[in-house]
C-alpha cells in the first residue's frame, strides 16, 4: 500500500513553454503532499506543501508565479513550471502525507520526474 | 540553511567493510528517516526512527538516534557493491506542519 505515482518519468521542453507534472497517490487518500526539487549531486530541497483544497504553502525563495501548484482532488496534485528557462531542469519528486492518524509523519515517495529544459 | 547536515559527504570502501554515514539537526524532532538514492533514481526508504528509540535494526543496517546531541548515525555492515548511493537522512519536526528537511546527503562508493 502507500503507492505515489508520478507522471510523466521524464520530459524535455523548449525554453519559454510550460510543463505539468502529475503527481497520485494509488491506494490511499492524501490531504497533503510535497514537492521537492533536485540538483544534480545536491540534496532534496522542499518547494511546497500542497494541502487539498486550499492554496499551496511555498517556502522561502520560491516563486510561487513560476511553479504553480493545484491539488484539486485527495489522489493528485499537480506542479506545472510556467515559462521554463534550463535553469528550471532539475529532478522533480513529490511526496504524499501518510492517510491517517498514525501514519500523519510519515510521506511516501513518487519516482520522480526529470525535467530538461532545452 | 534549514537542511541537516550529514558526513562525510563523500565515503570510498572496499567491499565487506562497514560503512558508517552521521546526520546532524537543529530542530526538535518526531522523527528521522533515512533513504537511498540510487544515481537519477527515486528515493528507497531504509529506516525510520523515531524520537524516543535510540537504536534500530534492519538487515544489515543499525541506525542510532541522540537527541540530546541531535544526531544519528547509519551504519552499513559488510558492504556490497550494490550499496552503492548517495544516503539522505530526513527530519520531521514536532510542529506540526509534518514537511521533512532533508541532510545533504552521503555519497558512497563500495569497491569490489
Not at chain 1, 70 to 96: G, K, M, Q, R, W
Request: net charge positive; glycine share 6%.
Amino acid at each position: 500500500g502507500a503507492v505515489v505515482s508520478q507522471h510523466p518519468s521524464w520530459v524535455i521542453c523548449k525554453s519559454g513553454t510550460s510543463v505539468k507534472i502529475e503527481c497520485r497517490s494509488l491506494d490511499f487518500q492524501a490531504t497533503t503532499m510535497f514537492w521537492y526539487r533536485q540538483f544534480p549531486k545536491q540534496s532534496l530541497m522542499l518547494m511546497a506543501t500542497s494541502n487539498e483544497g486550499s492554496k499551496a504553502t511555498y517556502e522561502q525563495g520560491v516563486e510561487k508565479d513560476k511553479f504553480l501548484i493545484n491539488h484539486a482532488s485527495l489522489t493528485l496534485s499537480t506542479l506545472t513550471v510556467t515559462s521554463a528557462h534550463p535553469e528550471d531542469s532539475s529532478f522533480y519528486i513529490c511526496s504524499a502525507r501518510g492517510p491517517n492518524r498514525d501514519l500523519a509523519y510519515e510521506q511516501y515517495f513518487g519516482p520522480g520526474t526529470r525535467l530538461t529544459v532545452t | 540553511s534549514q537542511q541537516g547536515e550529514e558526513d562525510p559527504q563523500a565515503l570510498s570502501i572496499q567491499e565487506g567493510e562497514n560503512a558508517t554515514m552521521n546526520c546532524s539537526y537543529k530542530t526538535s524532532i518526531n522523527n528521522l528517516q533515512w533513504y537511498r538514492q540510487n544515481s537519477g533514481r527515486g528515493l528507497v526508504h531504509l529506516i525510520l526512527i523515531r524520537s524516543n528509540e535510540r537504536e534500530k535494526h534492519s538487515g544489515r543496517l543499525r541506525v542510532t538516534l541522540d537527541t540530546s546531541k541531535k544526531s544519528s548515525s547509519l551504519l552499513i555492515t559488510a558492504s556490497r557493491a550494490a550499496d552503492t548511493a548517495s544516503y539522505f537522512c530526513a527530519t520531521v519536526l514536532t510542529s506540526g506542519t509534518y514537511k521533512y528537511i532533508f541532510g545533504t546527503g552521503t555519497r558512497l562508493k563500495v569497491l569490489a
